[in-house]
């Protein structure tokens, strides 16, 4: 187990043993010692020049993909306590849409979680394919913008696609109560939310 946490203890009294990102032996070790049922792991990069990221969508693309056949193997040794999102991207609609069609129906995913470059909308028509694929596979929209994307849906959005508008945003340290909402919609036990 990690060192004792001075603060934030709401991520738990400890920070995790190094390796849980990538080794779920110790990251269900952990889990175990903290008390927890169930986490949701938010995976995260840039995907946009204005935030460090290539340029190459392409490229992009093949991360997003990377990222999902590398939860796959890792949530499916404990698919009930090990839980993810699906990482989306307006740079491609339709590999978006592939890999919520492919990973949609596993059982580690929890929702989509969409990466957005600075200041396009959420509700941004052409996202409507995602929103719709990720409706058909009952997994909610968690939106973590960071410093990109722009936060909040539309009401217009959430009445086009209400079972994947079920939790509209996640902003930093508000992990904890934002939780409930997946726990509400997935039918998962007592949820920590980590962000690796």
């Known amino acids: 187990m990690g060192a004792k946490r001075e603060n934030q203890h709401f991520r738990g009294e400890r920070f995790p043993t190094e390796g849980g990102q990538e080794y779920p032996d ?3 070790k ?3 010692e903290e008390g927890v049922d169930v986490q949701v792991m ?3 990069f840039s995907l946009t020049k204005d935030f460090g990221g290539s340029v190459d969508n392409e490229i992009l693309m093949e991360f997003i993909a990377a990222t999902h056949r590398h939860l796959n193997d890792m949530c499916n040794v404990a698919p009930h306590r090990l839980r993810s999102l699906l990482l989306v991207s307006p740079i491609d609609i339709e590999q978006s849409v592939n890999e919520i069609n492919k990973w949609g129906p596993s059982s580690w995913s929890a929702g989509i979680q969409p990466q957005l ?3 396009y909308p959420i509700d941004h028509p052409d996202m409507y394919p995602i929103w719709k694929a990720a409706q058909a596979h009952n997994l909610p929209l968690i939106h973590h913008s960071l410093n990109t994307g722009l936060p ?3 009401g217009s959005l ?5 079972r994947s508008c079920r939790i509209t945003s996640m902003g ?3 992990l904890p109560w934002s939780g409930h909402g997946i726990g509400d919609s997935r ?3 007592r949820t920590a939310l980590w962000d690796p």
Do not use: K, N, T, W
């Open 42 to 44: 938010v995976p995260y």
């Open 117 to 119: 470059p600075i200041d």
């Open 30 to 32: 952990d889990m175990d």
């Open 152 to 154: 909040g849906i539309s």
């Open 172 to 174: 930093g340290d508000a």
């Open 187 to 189: 039918q998962i036990p």
């Open 158 to 162: 959430a009445e086009s696609f209400p």
């Open 26 to 28: 110790i990251r269900l």
